[in-house]
């Protein structure tokens, strides 16, 4: 029987579905992809916490200025999910900028947010 005080270790709560299972990750060089996972109930929690070890990533909200509205402020999101690594560049990027209405949602204000390859978009309308 393997030791698992040998192996690294990691618990998450698994977000890939509404179940919210408790997972433990263990760093195993033994199997296919180099991490073992127990606690899942699906095996969308063992993607999820393989990604999560490997790449994670996070969907960034948060508000830009905007000049000429009665709305001080305008919420964003990245379209797509990015590198947790960058979200503080995409901050200072996002902290930067002023928007001038009118926006539409889906707008892309910033096209290739921090060089991650994905736009930071409108999250509302602004006339």
């Known amino acids: 029987m393997e030791k698992k ?3 690294q270790s ?3 709560i698994c977000t890939a579905c509404p179940i919210g ?3 433990t990750v263990f ?4 199997s296919e992809n180099w991490f073992r996972v127990e606690g899942n109930s699906c095996k969308r ?3 999820y916490a393989i990604a999560e070890m490997t790449d994670p990533r996070r969907i960034l909200t948060s508000t830009v200025k905007v000049t000429n509205s009665h709305y001080k402020r305008l919420p ?3 379209r797509e999910a990015i ?3 960058l979200i503080f560049s995409c ?3 996002i902290n930067r900028i002023e928007v001038i209405t009118p926006v539409r949602m889906g707008d892309i204000l910033i096209d290739n947010i921090a060089s991650s390859g994905i736009p930071l978009i409108a999250s509302r309308n602004l006339e």
Do not use: A
């Open 83 to 85: 590198p947790k690594h």
């Open 45 to 47: 929690g063992i993607n």
């Open 91 to 93: 901050m200072n990027e």
């Open 5 to 7: 005080r040998n192996m």
């Open 27 to 30: 760093q195993d060089e033994k």
């Open 21 to 23: 299972c408790r997972l």
């Open 10 to 12: 990691k618990e998450l």
């Open 76 to 78: 964003v999101r990245t």
